[in-house]
């Protein structure tokens, strides 16, 4: 049986829109010996985010570009599909964000003989391995339309956003270029003592080595979303390695809860 040179133990399509450039460079400081990454867009044009309605267009032409850019993953023969993208995964709340799942997954198992890994169920399987956490403060490079999608989801799966701040980046390109210190003050706002846990959400800010060093000043856990979702498919994926240096989850969570 053929073995993919580098990716012998999985080979995994990370699907991402094309404007995006952070979640392959974490993935790859994150991946372990013996897995292979192939990165492939969903194609959308570098929009300029001036107000809401721009930013649900950008989201809306993620959605678009989905299905296309899913079948494109297949033509490497994965063994499984990472969404490395968040905002259209949590729109509408838990309901629509299932069927979404639920409708690329049956593709994927129909056409590649493979699953996937989609952000906001990563999330679910994520927050499960943190008994007792219930209130929440989240981050974003969105605008506010957004960071209410996310609120909404949260609660619609048990927990409470207690703050949320967002960047309000300028374009899905830009958010990108949003720098640590700027990333730091939204987490300074959003965190106290009434809040369990910090999570992160937009796969183009770059935060996987920033929340790990936040998780040991701040004493709970802070979880990006580049994390989650790689640790998702690791674990879907039968590879328990604990990964250093990018937070609590990859280094102490081997396998999915149950």
């Known amino acids: 049986m053929s073995v993919d040179y580098y990716g012998y133990r999985k080979k995994f399509a990370v699907l991402v829109p094309s404007t995006n450039t952070a ?32 930013f649900v267009a950008m989201v809306k032409a993620i959605g678009d570009a989905t299905e296309q850019g899913l079948r494109d993953c297949f033509t490497c023969l994965p063994d499984h599909v990472i969404f490395g993208y968040s905002a259209e995964t949590f729109w509408d709340g838990k309901g629509r964000s299932d069927r979404e799942f639920q409708k690329y997954n049956d593709i994927a198992k129909s056409e590649a003989n493979c699953e996937i890994t989609f952000g906001a169920q990563a999330i679910m399987d994520a927050l499960k391995c943190y008994a007792g956490v219930k209130r929440i403060g989240v981050v974003s490079p969105y605008m506010p339309v957004g960071d209410a999608q996310v609120v909404k989801f949260m609660a619609d799966i048990g927990y409470e956003v207690v ?14 270029y949003e720098t640590s210190g700027a990333t730091r003050q939204l987490v300074k706002e959003v965190d106290g003592d009434d809040v369990d846990l910090i999570l992160q959400a937009g796969t183009n800010m ?4 920033l929340a790990a060093q936040l998780e040991k000043e701040l004493g709970k856990p802070v979880l990006a979303i580049n994390a989650i979702t790689f640790w998702h ?3 879907a994926n039968g590879i328990h390695d604990k990964i250093r240096g990018f937070g609590s989850l990859l280094e102490e969570h081997i396998e999915l809860p149950a």
Request: net charge negative; aromatic share 8%.
């Open 163 to 176: 703050r949320v701040k967002g960047h309000c980046s300028p374009g899905p390109v830009d958010i990108a």
């Open 23 to 54: 979640v392959e460079q974490e993935y790859h400081r994150m991946c372990p010996e013996g897995v292979a990454l192939a990165t492939r867009g969903c194609l959308i044009p570098p929009f300029k985010v001036t107000n809401e309605d721009e």
């Open 233 to 235: 498919a690791l674990r």
């Open 206 to 209: 770059y935060f996987v080595e």
